[in-house]
């Protein structure tokens, strides 16, 4: 089991910056990645930004060039770096983990936090 608790969203203004940070818990030495991923009111669950199992990252293309996903394994947080925020960016941002092998391989979810950009 693992537990993850998502922090750091609020109400900015267009063009301005938030940090979201995800501490993780529990069995995480069976993580084998984590992202981020974002819904807005209406729309389905899409990824924002991931490490891959190798390692490297990946971003959606709407938030290229702005986000950055990062991680400090001492703390056993991954953190979300939004610059030049803009209104379609407003969503509940959820942080992912996916752990274990098969067959006891799972997604697990934080609890979701919300970010709002006022235009």
């Known amino acids: 089991q693992v537990e993850l608790v998502e922090s750091g969203g609020g109400l900015v203004q267009a063009g301005g910056s938030l940090r979201l940070s995800c501490v993780s818990s529990?069995?995480?030495?069976?993580?084998?990645?984590m992202g981020w991923y974002r819904q807005a009111p209406g729309k389905q669950r899409e990824l924002v930004a991931a490490?891959?199992?190798?390692?490297?990252?990946k971003y959606a293309d709407p938030v290229k060039g702005r986000f950055t996903i990062s991680r400090d394994n001492a703390k056993n947080t991954v953190y979300l770096q939004m610059n030049t925020l803009k209104p379609e960016d407003t969503a509940v941002y959820y942080c992912?983990?996916?752990?274990?092998?098969?067959?006891?391989?799972?997604?697990?979810w934080g609890q979701g936090t919300q970010v709002t950009v006022s235009s």
């Open positions: 992912n983990a996916d752990a274990g092998s098969f067959p006891h391989r799972y997604d697990y």
């Open positions: 529990g069995s995480i030495f069976t993580i084998n990645t």
């Open positions: 490490f891959t199992i190798g390692g490297s990252t």
